[in-house]
């Protein structure tokens, strides 16, 4: 039987592999918002299973290509999760 941290561990890394083919394929199609939206999810979940991520080189250029768009939730809560680090 595997032990419930195992389990959650392995959640986490599938979650991640996940939000990371959203990132790559949201980045292929020159998605920016998608990218972002993809990107903020995988920092948020680095930060609540304490991975040790690096949010702040996610983030930030992803942050710098996106056009316009500096009203939409996506890239509040970006900038909300780099104010965060602070």
Do not use: Y
Not at 12 to 40: M, P
Not at 51 to 71: F, K, M, T, W, Y
């Amino acid at each position: 039987m595997t032990a419930p941290s195992s389990r959650r561990t392995a959640f986490c890394s599938s979650q991640e592999t996940c939000f990371r083919k959203a990132i790559e394929i949201a980045r292929s199609q020159q998605g920016r918002l998608l990218e972002l939206r993809a990107a903020n999810d995988l920092a948020h979940l680095w930060r609540n299973s304490n991975s040790g991520g690096d949010v702040r080189a996610l983030l930030e250029p992803i942050l710098e290509a996106v056009e316009g768009g500096a009203d939409t939730r996506d890239v509040r809560n970006a900038h909300e999760l780099l104010l965060g680090l602070a």
